[in-house]
């Protein structure tokens, strides 16, 4: 069965310091890791995908087969990343995600 | 491009009536999925629909059943509500794979049973 585990459900840092948002999960085959954000009175939505190895808005994230883990990490946060964000994985071409429990993160100015 | 719709947005329903749900895709998507969120469980996907078929499903009752429509609009309806069925309903379209990984999700509608 899958799973996917946020250990975190709040967080808080300061301004300028690195942020790391932990996920980690279980699957049987090989799965396709998400991180999906919702800001304040926003609708829920992609940040990053493991396949696309992009970074968005300074945010980036590995997945570690080894560890079974797709930590979110950013080097220098942002009051404006504020937000709930959420880990997910599907099974290869699904379009059904699986979602962990999320991390409230706030960023102190 | 209009994003996600989804209606009603919220609605108040006595235990043992059912309800429907609908959305309305971005233009020129055909996948629409459905989302239960709830504070306890988070959010859990419920089904997913593609050219007017049910494609994937989740771990949900019988209770819960959907569709989907030629013009890729889809309704959930939940029959026989409980309690526990009180939480926000999401929905989100996507383009479909291989073309896209990424699903758009509405505002979601909140359903209150009492």
């Known amino acids: 069965a899958q799973r996917v585990t946020q250990p975190e459900k709040l967080l808080s840092v300061f301004k300028g310091a690195p942020v790391e948002l932990k996920c980690n999960y279980s699957?049987?085959?090989?799965?396709?890791l998400f991180w999906y954000v919702q800001y304040s009175r926003q609708r829920l939505q992609l940040l990053l995908r493991?396949?696309s190895r992009e970074s968005i808005k300074g945010f980036t994230a590995d997945l570690n087969k080894g560890e079974t883990s797709f930590h979110l990490k950013k080097p220098f946060a942002q009051e404006e990343d504020s937000a709930m964000y959420y880990c997910?994985?599907?099974?290869?071409?699904?379009?059904?995600?699986?979602f962990g429990t999320g991390t409230r993160l706030t960023v102190i100015p | 491009k209009a994003g996600v719709t989804q209606t009603p947005r919220y609605l108040i329903k006595t235990r043992g009536q059912q309800v429907t749900l609908s959305c309305s895709p971005i233009?020129?998507?055909?996948?629409v999925s459905w989302y239960q969120q709830t504070p306890g469980q988070g959010l859990q996907f419920l089904f997913e629909?593609?050219?007017?078929?049910?494609?994937n499903k989740g771990n949900f009752p019988g209770r819960f059943s959907g569709r989907q429509f030629s013009n890729s609009r889809s309704e959930m309806n939940v029959s026989t509500l409980e309690l526990g069925d009180s939480a926000l309903y999401l929905c989100?379209?996507?383009?479909?794979?291989?073309?896209?990984?990424?699903?758009?999700f509405g505002p979601g509608t909140r359903l209150t049973v009492t």
């Open positions: 989100a379209s996507s383009p479909d794979r291989p073309t896209s990984y990424e699903q758009y």
């Open positions: 699957y049987s085959g090989s799965p396709e």
């Open positions: 493991h396949i």
């Open positions: 997910a994985l599907s099974g290869t071409g699904a379009n059904n995600l699986f």
């Open positions: 233009s020129g998507h055909r996948s």
């Open positions: 629909y593609f050219s007017e078929t049910q494609r």
